[in-house]
């Protein structure tokens, strides 16, 4: 069965340093989102995107994230310059349909910022 | 926006008994809802759906069910067996936006 895949699976990183999160969608899914967990809360949308643009964001997704597809492939979230707070899971959804729904994650990234 | 409020935060059943969880959504313009498992280490796996059109949803040992009106919608897992152990998400998805509101998620524990 196709698969979201993500990598690293765990990044550590200090304060202040950029950091790329990867994703690899499954092969004929177009549309793609960015969620996040901190430690023993809710999934919190972050980002949609879809033809190369940002679709939809959330509050939480400010100037220093960016999403793109740089291979027609990969599918990264960068942050520019990472804080403290930024220290969670990030996990990467696909979906073959624009409509939301039937979004199929990856087993995440966990980024620890010291 | 949208708020999910899911209940109970942990649930412990025997195995073999059943496990309910219950979420209430508050924007009426919702209209799909996911449920996630989540096991340790790993990302929420979609294990069922229901769309606003449909008032109840099976899938072998797991059914959701759904009240519009009371903008209700609940998990139900019969038989319960050890590998049901995870943490479950609710979500809901409003027609207007591609981005899923979750629930706080609920640890639902099988006791042997």
């Known amino acids: 069965e196709p698969e979201v895949t993500q990598t690293p699976s765990h990044q550590v990183t200090q304060m202040g340093q950029e950091v790329i999160l990867r994703c690899v969608p499954i092969s004929n899914h177009l549309y793609f989102y960015w969620y996040r967990q901190i430690l023993g809360q809710k999934v919190e949308f972050l980002v949609s995107f879809y033809n190369n643009e940002i679709s939809e964001k959330s509050e939480i997704f400010d100037d220093q994230f960016s999403v793109e597809r740089p291979d027609g492939s990969n599918f990264t979230l960068k942050i520019r310059s990472t804080k403290l707070e930024d220290s969670a899971m990030y996990f990467c959804a696909t979906s073959p349909t624009g409509t939301g729904r039937e979004q199929y994650f990856g087993p995440g990234t966990r980024l620890t910022v010291t | 926006g949208e708020n999910v409020e899911q209940h109970p935060s942990t649930l412990s059943v025997q195995e073999g008994d059943s496990a309910v969880i219950k979420c209430t959504y508050s924007d009426s313009a919702s209209n799909y809802f996911p449920w996630y498992k989540q096991e340790l280490g790993k990302g929420p796996q979609l294990i069922i759906d229901i769309r606003s059109n449909v008032g109840e949803k099976k899938d072998q040992r797991i059914a959701v069910t759904l009240n519009k009106t009371a903008k209700h919608f609940s998990l139900h897992i019969t038989e319960t067996q050890p590998e049901d152990s995870a943490v479950y998400f609710c979500?809901?998805?409003?027609?207007?936006?591609?981005?899923?509101?979750f629930g706080k998620g609920t640890r639902l524990h099988i006791l042997p």
């Open positions: 979500a809901a998805l409003m027609n207007r936006d591609d981005k899923i509101i």
